[in-house]
């Protein structure tokens, strides 16, 4: 089931080291490393004063066009010059002429600053889809945000979005990530980060084995479920009440939420379990939620962005659209009937 959901997941370019050591995307793209270009490359706004005065044939049309004085052009003409150690222009009365040189170095500067003005528009033209990289938990993406993506992609054609799985920390400024989501209690210095729900915690099992749990005390009997860094048991039987609320000897502790969860549903326990990862099982039927009782933690999934680019258009876009399908996912959750399994449907995604 996972494998048919990623299918439409738009694939996060890999990476493999060229001949040389540097790091290439298999995807064709240009090396993130720039030390394959010549140390004696100028200054790149020298080539700007020095392909506006080769197409006018003067300075003073050159300075007209870039707001600044012919001066200045001047002075930029002759830094170039300095830097390759070779005359560009002949100054004559009234006008400049290319040297041999400099014609030769016209035509490869007008095309190179041709090529980087195509590219700028193709980024400003709204026609021209956008790419937004989410990085977010294994358990999250499989549980809840793969199910969501195909009916985006549907409705926003002009974003095209990479989904990357990983629990590592985010760097916004070393990564190409522009939106990532993290468990925790939300300290995350140097970036926003936006609470996605106020999420609760509350457990669930298979339909078939709710008749073993009348009341939460009964939960004591029953083969618990537990992630070893995940909320622990003996909290929601303090929420709800239950003395000397501690884990039996039939407890199963997991290392990964979305096992444990996977187990729950195929009946081996009861888990305890947040609104994101439970709303699509819920919906589906493969498992019912126990008790209407809502345990409140301080901890949540965070959708974190950069404080400098978290407002582009497109993230700002993905950013809205994450926290609308998280309260649909809290909506499903208030809406599920306790201590009895939903009406029997076909398995669906929740879209």
């Not at 506006?52 to 707001?67: G, K, P, V």
């Not at 993290?182 to 999420?199: I, N, Q, T």
């Not at 004591?220 to 303090?238: A, D, H, S, Y």
């Not at 950069?306 to 309260?327: F, H, I, N, P, Y």
Request: glycine share 4%; hydrophobic share 45%; aromatic share 6%.
């Amino acid at each position: 089931m996972a494998a048919e959901m990623m299918k439409d997941v738009v694939p996060f370019p890999s990476c493999r080291p060229d001949s040389e050591g540097n790091t290439r995307r298999e995807d064709g793209g240009r090396p993130k490393s720039l030390s394959h270009l010549s140390p004696r490359l100028p200054p790149l706004h020298l080539f700007r004063a020095f392909d506006a005065a080769a197409r006018h044939n003067s300075f003073r049309l050159a300075a007209d066009e870039m707001c600044v004085t012919p001066s200045a052009v001047s002075q930029q003409i002759r830094q170039l010059e300095e830097f390759l150690d070779t005359r560009l222009f002949r100054r004559l009365t009234r006008r400049v002429e290319l040297t041999h040189e400099g014609s030769a170095l016209a035509g490869t500067v007008l095309e190179v600053m041709e090529m980087l003005s195509a590219s700028c528009e193709r980024l400003r033209d709204p026609a021209v889809p956008a790419a937004v990289c989410i990085n977010a938990s294994p358990v999250l993406a499989l549980r809840w945000l793969v199910s969501c993506l195909r009916q985006f992609k549907e409705q926003n054609h002009q974003i095209k979005v990479s989904l990357l799985v990983s629990t590592d920390p985010i760097d916004f400024e070393r990564q190409d990530v522009d939106i990532g989501i993290r468990w925790s209690k939300g300290d995350f210095p140097g970036m926003r980060a936006e609470r996605l729900v106020d999420d609760i915690v509350f457990p669930i099992c298979r339909p078939d084995l709710f008749e073993k749990a009348r009341t939460p005390a009964d939960l004591l009997e029953l083969p618990l479920l537990q992630t070893k860094l995940g909320i622990p048991w003996t909290k929601w039987f303090e929420a709800a009440d239950v003395k000397h609320g501690v884990l039996s000897a039939e407890t199963i502790f997991f290392n990964d939420a979305d096992v444990m969860l996977e187990a729950a549903a195929s009946g081996q326990g009861i888990a305890l379990v947040s609104s994101l990862l439970a709303a699509n099982d819920l919906r589906s039927g493969r498992v019912v939620r126990l008790f209407d009782i809502d345990m409140k933690i301080d901890e949540g999934f965070f959708m974190l962005s950069s404080e400098r680019l978290g407002d582009k258009q497109a993230v700002a876009r993905v950013r809205e659209w994450l926290q609308a399908e998280a309260l649909l996912a809290a909506e499903i959750v208030r809406g599920a009937q306790f201590r009895c399994p939903p009406a029997k449907v076909e398995p669906r995604l929740m879209v």
